[in-house]
């Protein structure tokens, strides 16, 4: 759907990616690693010092108009007055995409029912909850029915509940076809709602693909094990097994890094019974994105969020 | 077409917020009331007094009083517009295919209007007091104060959207307006004012206003000063509002 090609830009530098039509696109990244601005970008609110970018299909640099009509935008702080009823926002939204009076309050109406706004959509959007402000939002990039919409961290700041809710209309948009890009900073929201993944720090892709891929590519899966006795001995024993890339001994457990869990599990087990050693405790671990991030950048995205 | 349908909604959106806003009706108005009713007392010892310019006391102070007014009325529209990108509302405009002339024209078409309004109010206060003025000098007065008013918004929202936070906007302000206002003779009549205080006043765009208005009020509506007035106004208004619509158009967090 886009290809974007940025360089030289002080906050982003570089970032090389393609999002395919109707799909559901995360980029992830600690606060401060270039995710707004890129989206910024891409959405014709910044100017690109270089680099060249196709959105929905146009040449960001000359056709920036084009564009407009053809992608949503919700940025962080959301964008509607808090002095004016939803209902109003979603009118004059439709009315600057060309839609007439009629047009646009039947749009209007759609939104609503569509986000469940029927109780809040009359009344100022200063009243309204975190979770109603939101689904507005979201309603106000979505009047004219764009092809994309860019999300700039849909879900901060939000109750579990809301958050929820805002990963269904996500999911609803890609049922209808429409493309999303998102940014966000939870590892849990990359990895349940998104399709494909590009993974930012410090201005550049360090990792991109399916959550899946990126997972097992770095770090397989971990197999952490306890028994009763000397662990240097489990160690020993099982360590040089094929299957096995990386193990250490960590407050007398033992960790296994293996390409694949559940086939790993059984050998282990088989070893250690072979061997009489008894087994306390056994857990497999999948690898979130957070080791990923850790693999590539060296630091965990909590640590770097915080 | 765009341009007009653009500036018609923006107008609309922002008019809309001002008249649902019992508030700044009720200050929209009573601002000239209480201006010509603190300043009623002070006039009329003053008008017998050697140096005071020809024409009644009202006829006098009343151009004053607007040109201040349309200054005023206009200066502070920044702050509402620096809330707005807090909200994120400015940029979720710039995303849509609105024009960015619209953007800034359409909200400076709703501040000149509410100045006119506000004029057109004080002067019809003044009339019983002795204020003279025939109907077509009521309609070019207000024409000029309402550029007064376009031109000062067109300057406010461009400073508004380049300093982004109340805390540089109110000093910028605050620091500019009286100066400005002293500089045109709006306060006292630069007649008595030494050479280079006249220099600068002479740079002073505001200062052709304050002539425009006071020949106006002494019914010389075919003064030169009159259109001279007008057009370097008119003439400002379009650039003001040119650099504030590339100000919209531009980057802004």
């Known amino acids: ?306 | 077409m765009k341009l007009i349908r653009d500036t018609w909604l923006v107008f609309g959106r922002y008019f809309g917020l001002f008249i649902h806003n019992p508030l700044w009706v009720a200050v929209g108005v009573l601002q000239p009331v209480l201006y010509l009713v603190l300043f009623a007392p002070l006039l009329k010892p003053l008008q017998n007094m050697p140096g005071f310019p020809r024409g009644g006391a009202y006829n006098v102070f009343v151009p004053a009083l607007l040109v201040q007014l349309g200054m005023f009325g206009a200066a502070g529209v920044g702050f509402s517009l620096i809330s707005e990108l807090r909200f994120g509302v400015i940029e979720r405009l710039r995303v849509t295919p609105v024009s960015r002339v619209a953007l800034l024209f359409g909200r400076a078409l709703r501040d000149m209007l509410s100045i006119a309004v506000q004029s057109l109010i004080l002067i019809l206060i003044a009339l019983p007091f002795g204020l003279s003025i025939n109907p077509i000098g009521i309609i070019v007065v207000l024409g000029l104060i309402g550029l007064i008013g376009l031109l000062t918004a067109s300057i406010a929202y461009a400073v508004a959207l380049a300093v982004k936070s109340e805390d540089s906007y109110a000093p910028i302000v605050f620091t500019s307006t009286l100066p400005i206002l002293l500089t045109s003779g709006v306060l006292l009549p630069l007649g008595l004012a030494p050479q280079w205080l006249k220099n600068i006043a002479a740079f002073n765009p505001l200062s052709y206003a304050v002539d425009a208005a006071r020949a106006i009020f002494l019914a010389h509506l075919s003064d030169p000063s009159v259109l001279k007035g007008v057009v370097i106004l008119a003439v400002l208004s379009v650039v003001a509002v040119v650099i504030g619509a590339r100000q919209f158009g531009r980057a802004v967090a």
Request: aromatic share 6%; charged share 25%; glycine share 12%.
């Open chain 1, 1 to 306: 759907m886009f290809k974007s090609r940025q360089r030289q830009v002080e906050a982003v530098a570089g970032v090389d990616l393609n999002v395919v039509r109707g799909e559901i696109f995360g980029f992830l990244g600690p606060n401060g690693a270039g995710k707004t601005t890129t989206l910024r970008m891409l959405a014709t609110l910044l100017p690109p010092s270089g680099g060249t970018a196709h959105v929905a299909g146009c040449d960001l640099a000359t056709q920036p108009g084009k564009i407009r009509e053809r992608i949503g935008y919700v940025g962080q702080a959301g964008g509607a007055d808090r002095e004016i009823t939803g209902r109003t926002e979603l009118v004059f939204q439709g009315r600057l995409y060309g839609l007439s009076v009629s047009a646009a309050q039947k749009r209007a109406a759609e939104l609503i029912d569509m986000l469940e706004l029927e109780g809040a959509a009359d009344r100022k959007v200063g009243t309204y909850s975190g979770g109603q402000k939101r689904r507005l939002d979201i309603g106000l990039g979505l009047v004219h029915n764009p092809q994309l919409l860019f999300l700039d961290e849909p879900t901060t700041g939000l109750d579990p509940q809301s958050r929820a809710r805002v990963w269904e209309e996500v999911r609803k948009m890609h049922d209808r076809g429409t493309t999303v890009f998102l940014t966000t900073h939870y590892l849990d929201e990359a990895d349940a709602l998104c399709d494909r993944v590009a993974i930012i720090d410090y201005g550049r892709i360090v990792a991109e693909g399916t959550p899946e891929e990126l997972k097992r590519a770095i770090a397989g899966d971990v197999v952490t094990f306890t028994v009763a006795g000397e662990p240097q001995v489990a160690l020993n024993l099982v360590k040089d097994q094929q299957f096995v890339r990386e193990s250490s001994v960590e407050d007398g457990a033992i960790h296994l890094y293996v390409d694949r869990g559940e086939v790993a599990m059984p050998a282990i087990l088989r070893l250690l019974d072979g061997a009489g050693l008894q087994l306390m405790t056994v857990e497999l671990h999948r690898p979130s994105l957070d080791d990923v991030f850790l693999r590539r950048t060296g630091r965990s995205l909590r640590e770097a969020a915080a």
